[in-house]
């Protein structure tokens, strides 16, 4: 059975930073890409960042040169560092390894 869980969410102020990290358990993580999508309240579910198995990633522009996704093999784990936080950026984070997806994790930013 696939799990994904994610932890590291929480308040920031705006200018702030927070890594998030999802656990994988029942893949071989090594052979998967891993995805880091956000849903904000009344809007859809988006991609944010991809991180393939060799390690090339993708963001989408709104977090381009602020986030930066990275991955432990060792550990079955992705990271989401995520700087310069904006307002903008408050969601529910969830890890993706298709199909499956974590419980979701919220980041709030606000003064």
């Known amino acids: 059975q696939v799990q994904l869980v994610e932890s590291g969410g929480g308040l920031v102020q705006p200018g702030g930073s927070l890594r998030l990290s999802c656990a994988a358990s029942g893949i071989t993580f090594s052979f998967n890409d891993m995805g880091w999508f956000r849903q904000a309240p009344g809007k859809e579910r988006e991609l944010v960042a991809r991180?393939?198995?060799?390690?090339?990633?993708y963001y989408v522009d709104a977090v381009k040169g602020r986030f930066t996704i990275s991955r432990d093999n060792a550990k079955n784990t992705v990271y989401l560092q995520m700087n310069s936080l904006k307002p903008e950026d408050t969601a529910v984070y969830y890890c993706?390894?298709?199909?499956?997806w974590g419980q979701g994790t919220q980041v709030t930013v606000s003064s």
């Open positions: 993706n390894v298709r199909p499956h």
């Open positions: 991180i393939s198995i060799s390690g090339s990633t």
